[in-house]
């Protein structure tokens, strides 16, 4: 593998380091605010007015056309500068890959731009109270309606739909398991919206329920039964490149190594073990990249991504957490280390991951 970067790529980091140094704010407040969430949204309006938001997307939805190499670049320039969260994350990284996959021109043309400068923001809409790692058995159901489809059900555990102004999820059309799934895309307007408060009280996710919402037609990717292989694609993103770029890692074990300095020798040996797997992680995906850049398919491969990159932050952030001890709670480690408790479980918990491997890459018998 090649892991030099051409004249063009250094040039770009030169530019995402330099642009960011001049106009990545201090922190902000938390997106599960509301004054915390517009800051956040101003914050990608400024990204996507430098082209810089969706720096891999074309041209015409606010991107730069970059390579996947130069995406990587952008997130490791990013995240070394202490820049916000992505409040439009399930946007950008989950919906918008399916989105130019299985879209229309319409769609594309109508939500890319606004999802890019943060005047949209969606929410995921997987789980659901009898259905969360078993996605198939999900109930929520989809009606036919003139000129559309009126939504029932419920969802819960939806990323940011406390705030978000859009959702996506799948819905029942048909009574077969995988086959009789629909992928839709809702505002949330007309959806009751109950925030659920996390560990530190915000609402960072929210249960939504449907009482016959009608969405037009135009609101259905892909057609109406096919909900469950473009879902698959939406995954695919979550637990592969797109939502965990390895940039977010490598500043973490930055951050490690720095705090362990000076600490016990087997506290300082753990956290620059830490830092050797986050820039393992990091190589693989450079590798990876080119792959996909070659034309090979990532498909359930992707999981093996997500087991390394959520136990690894997980044992960084409890790592830190030691090497604080009582100073935890006074640093912006411990909401680190709250966020990466989950790790293990979203995006598919890391038991069902671990099925999948042995089943699907290693080929083990069931």
């Known amino acids: 593998m090649d892991l030099d970067f051409s004249p063009a790529e250094r040039d770009f980091r030169a530019e995402v380091r330099a642009w960011l140094s001049t106009y990545a704010p201090g922190p902000l407040p938390s997106m599960d605010t509301p004054d915390g969430f517009e800051a956040h949204r101003a914050w990608e309006a400024k990204l996507a007015g430098a082209r810089l938001s969706v720096v891999s997307w074309p041209d015409e939805y606010g991107g730069r056309g970059a390579s996947l190499i130069e995406w990587l670049i952008f997130e490791e320039e990013y995240w070394a500068a202490g820049a916000p969260a992505r409040?439009?994350?399930n946007g950008i990284f989950l919906l918008a890959p399916s989105l130019m996959r299985f879209g229309t021109p319409e769609q594309r043309a109508r939500w890319l731009p606004r999802m890019a400068s943060g005047a949209d923001v969606w929410a995921q809409a997987w789980s659901e109270p009898e259905a969360g790692s078993d996605l198939a058995a999900l109930t929520s159901r989809a009606e036919p309606a003139p000129g559309g489809?009126?939504?029932?059900?419920?969802?819960?555990?939806?990323?940011?739909?406390?705030?978000?102004t859009h959702g996506f999820g799948l819905f029942r059309t048909s009574g077969a398991r995988h086959k009789g799934l629909t992928y839709f895309l809702f505002p949330l307007d007309d959806v009751a919206v109950r925030p659920i408060a996390q560990l530190d009280g915000l609402p960072g996710f929210a249960e939504l329920h449907f009482d016959g919402v009608f969405v037009p037609e135009s609101m259905v990717l892909g057609e109406?039964?096919?909900?469950?292989r473009i879902a698959m694609a939406t995954t695919s993103s979550e637990r592969g490149l797109a939502l965990r770029s390895p940039g977010r890692f490598l500043a973490t074990a930055d951050r490690l190594v720095r705090l362990a300095r000076g600490a016990d020798p087997a506290l300082a040996d753990r956290a620059a073990r830490c830092w050797a797997e986050a820039e393992a992680y990091r190589l693989h995906t450079f590798g990876t990249a080119r792959r996909i850049m070659a034309?090979?398919?990532l498909g359930s491969a992707a999981s093996l991504g997500k087991i390394f990159w959520s136990e690894?932050?997980?044992?960084m952030h409890a790592l830190a957490m030691e090497l604080l001890?009582?100073?935890a709670g006074?640093?912006?480690w411990l909401d680190g280390f709250l966020f990466a408790l989950a790790g293990p479980i979203y995006a598919g918990t890391n038991e069902i991951?671990?099925?999948?491997?042995?089943e699907r890459v290693l080929g083990l018998p069931r």
């Open 87 to 89: 409040v439009t994350q």
């Open 353 to 358: 991951q671990r099925t999948i491997v042995a």
């Open 330 to 332: 006074e640093t912006d």
């Open 149 to 164: 489809w009126r939504l029932y059900g419920h969802k819960t555990w939806s990323s940011r739909a406390a705030y978000a």
């Open 325 to 327: 001890g009582e100073r």
């Open 224 to 228: 109406a039964g096919q909900g469950w």
């Open 312 to 315: 690894l932050d997980l044992r």
């Open 295 to 297: 034309g090979e398919d």
